[in-house]
């Protein structure tokens, strides 16, 4: 076993881990996040999809002692407390999930594209979910889903500068 230390959705965890385990195993088994979903378990589906150290990736294909000294976000993290994250909302307003299941992930690489480029063209926003699997939806409104969600987060980024007459 190894001694690892993390951030997970901004919560310092020392935990104990075996060689073998992945973070996804370690989110969903040992801090109790069952928000990222094992699907294939090997990188194809996108729904184990996390963020560390502000990149996406498959926490299927990570090993839980390579997340050592790293910052993790889960689907978990996302929501403010009196709201959800803006990604969720336009998620939900747009119709965009139907049974749910790549949803997390979907909404995890969307995060980490919007947190990169917070205006990205229709084409970026597919590259970005390119790896994230849906079987239930024709994938139309998760991209508008991305794109309402980057128009919100752009402004209320903005919305103050224009409100003191910087713009
Ligand atoms: S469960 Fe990780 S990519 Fe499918
Ligand atoms: S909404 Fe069912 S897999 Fe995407």
């Known amino acids: 076993m190894s001694e690892i230390t993390l951030v997970v959705n901004g919560e310092q965890r020392a935990l104990s881990v075996a060689a073998e385990t992945t973070l996804l ?6 801090c109790n996040l069952t928000g990222a979903k094992l699907g294939c378990d ?3 589906c996108g729904a184990c999809t996390v963020i560390v150290d502000g990149e996406a990736v498959n ?3 990570m090993l839980a ?6 910052n993790v976000v889960t689907i978990e993290g996302l929501a403010g407390r009196a709201r959800l994250h803006p990604l969720q909302e336009a998620f939900e307003a747009c119709g965009s999930l139907q049974c749910g299941f790549c949803g997390p992930g979907m909404i ?3 995060k980490a594209l919007l947190d990169a480029a917070p205006d990205p063209s229709a084409a970026e926003i597919r590259d ?3 790896g994230n699997l849906c079987r239930c939806t024709g994938y139309t409104k998760l991209i508008e889903a991305v794109q309402a969600a980057g128009e919100t987060i752009r402004a209320a980024a903005t919305g103050p500068r224009r409100a003191a007459g910087q713009e």
């Not at 195993?25 to 040992?30: G, I, K, P, S, T």
């Not at 002692?65 to 790293?70: E, I």
């Open 25 to 30: 195993e370690l989110l969903r088994a040992q």
């Open 59 to 61: 926490a299927c294909l």
């Open 128 to 130: 970005a979910l390119a």
């Open 65 to 70: 002692v390579q997340a050592d000294g790293r």
């Open 108 to 110: 995890l690489s969307a």
């Open 42 to 44: 090997v990188g194809d």
